[in-house]
C-alpha cells in the first residue's frame, strides 16, 4: 500500500480531526476569552468621591443635523466640572452656525474652527489633535457628533472610571436599533467586536478602543507624541491610539448602562462596506501580537465554518460527526454570549446567533482582504 492509497483511506479521519481542530481553538475563545466578559460583574463609578474635570471633543465635518439632535444631551450632562470642545472641521454646512447657537446659551462650549486649504489634506487625527490641545484639563473624553448618551449619567460614569493609575477608559457604544437585515449585522459587528475588546482588557492585555466612547488622560496623549507613529494611516484615532499606549495596569472599563452611548448606524449597504473598509486599514499597525493573535481568531472560525462544509459535501455519511461539532459550538456560543449580550444591550440578537456569525465572518474578512492594504482617502 503506498501512501496516496494510505491517504484517501484516512482522509475521512484526516478532516474531521482538522475540524475537530478548529473546533477546539473556538471553544478556548469562548471558554477562556469572552468568558471573563460574561463573568463580569458590571459596576458603577458614578458614585466615586473625586469630581475630577473633564473635557469632551468631539470632531465634526458636515454635521448641523446631528449636533442638533445629540449635542445638547452632552452639554447637559450632570456632572459638576466639565467642558465641551466641538472641531468644526471644514465644515460647508451651516455647523458653524448652529455651533454659534450654542455657544450662546452654554458657557461651558468651545468651538475649534479648521479652514480648508488647498494644500492642507488631513485626516481626523488632526482635528482630534487640534482639540486636544484646546482642551483645559487633562481628562479627555472622546465621542462622535452623531452619538447620543445612554442618560445624563454617561460623564460621571466615564469620568469616574479614572481610578488610580487608570490612564485609558474602554466605554461603549452601541448603535440605534431599527429594521432590517444591516443593522441586526452592524449591530451584531459591534458587540462582537466590543465583546473581544472588553474581554482582552479585563484580561490586562488590550488591544484597541472605539473613539465613539473612549477617555484617556492628555499626559498620556502627548508622553506617547500623538498620533505621530500612525499619522500616515487616516484611521486609528482610536484603536492604534490604544493599541500602542495601553500597559497591563493603565486601562479600565466603564460599560454600565448609564455609560452607553447610542449612535447611527448606517443604513446602506455600500456606506457600511466602505466604514469597514477604513477600519481594516488600521490593522496593519497593531503590535505584532495583537495581529497575531486576532488573526488566529478569525482564521480558525473562517477555517472552522470551511471544514464543515468540507466534510459534509465529501463524506456525508458521517454528518452526525459535523452536527456534533457544530451544536457544540452553537451550544456554548449561547451559554457565554447570554450575559455577555445582557451587557451589551443587544439580547435580541441571539436568536439570530446561527446566521449573523456566519455572515459576519465571511464578510469581515473578504473586506478585510480586499481593503487591508487599500490606500484611505478621508476619515468619513
Known amino acids: ?43 458603577s463609578f458614578k458614585e466615586t468621591p473625586a469630581i475630577i474635570p473633564v473635557s469632551v471633543i468631539i470632531c465634526a465635518r458636515n454635521e448641523q443635523e446631528n449636533l442638533k439632535n445629540f ?39 468651545k468651538i475649534v474652527e479648521i479652514k480648508e486649504h488647498i494644500k492642507l489634506k488631513h485626516s481626523k487625527k488632526f482635528a482630534l489633535t487640534m482639540g486636544i490641545k484646546a482642551a483645559q484639563y487633562d481628562h479627555l473624553l472622546l465621542t462622535d457628533a452623531d452619538c447620543e448618551p445612554q ?17 485609558i477608559i474602554l466605554g461603549y457604544s452601541p448603535y440605534f436599533k431599527t429594521k432590517g437585515f444591516l443593522n441586526k449585522l452592524i449591530r451584531f459587528e459591534t458587540a462582537h467586536t466590543a465583546m473581544s475588546y472588553l474581554s482582552y482588557a479585563l484580561q490586562r492585555n488590550t488591544y484597541m478602543g472605539v473613539g465613539r466612547n473612549l477617555a484617556y488622560t492628555k499626559a498620556l496623549f502627548f508622553k506617547g507624541k500623538g498620533f505621530n507613529a500612525h499619522m500616515h494611516i487616516k484611521s486609528g484615532d482610536d484603536d492604534l491610539f490604544v493599541n500602542h499606549n495601553a500597559t497591563r495596569k493603565n486601562v479600565n472599563i466603564a460599560i454600565h448602562p448609564d455609560a452607553h452611548l447610542y449612535s447611527l448606524a448606517k443604513n446602506t449597504w455600500k456606506s457600511y462596506y466602505k466604514q469597514k473598509a477604513r477600519h481594516a486599514g488600521a490593522s496593519i499597525a497593531y503590535k505584532k501580537k495583537h495581529q497575531y493573535m486576532l488573526g488566529t481568531q478569525l482564521f480558525t472560525a473562517i477555517a472552522f465554518y470551511l471544514m464543515l462544509i468540507v466534510c459534509l459535501t465529501s463524506y456525508p455519511s458521517m454528518w452526525y460527526f459535523a452536527l456534533a461539532a457544530y451544536l457544540l459550538r ?10 455577555i449580550y445582557s451587557k451589551l444591550a443587544v439580547k435580541d440578537l441571539l436568536l439570530w446567533l446561527p446566521i449573523l456569525d456566519l455572515f459576519f465572518y465571511f ?15 478621508s476619515w468619513k
Not at 471558554?31 to 463580569?40: D, G, H, K, M, T
Not at 449635542?71 to 448652529?98: G, H, M, R
Request: glycine fraction near 4%.
Open 1 to 43: 500500500m503506498d501512501y496516496k492509497t494510505d491517504i484517501l483511506i484516512n482522509l475521512p479521519h484526516i478532516l474531521y480531526g482538522g475540524l475537530g481542530l478548529f473546533l477546539a481553538f473556538q471553544l478556548y475563545y469562548l471558554l477562556f476569552i469572552y468568558s471573563r466578559l460574561a463573568r463580569y460583574k458590571v459596576r
Open 151 to 167: 442618560s445624563i449619567h454617561w460623564l460621571s460614569e466615564i469620568a469616574g472610571a479614572f481610578t488610580k493609575g487608570k490612564e
Open 363 to 377: 464578510y469581515i474578512c473578504f473586506n478585510g482582504i480586499f481593503n487591508r492594504s487599500k490606500k484611505q482617502k
Open 330 to 339: 452553537l451550544l456554548l456560543q449561547l451559554i457565554v454570549f447570554n450575559p
Open 71 to 109: 449635542l445638547p444631551v452632552i452639554l447637559q450632562q450632570d456632572y459638576a466640572n466639565f467642558e465641551v470642545i466641538v472641531v468644526n472641521d471644514c465644515s460647508d454646512d451651516e455647523t458653524k452656525w448652529v455651533l454659534q447657537d450654542f455657544e450662546r446659551k452654554y458657557t461651558h462650549l
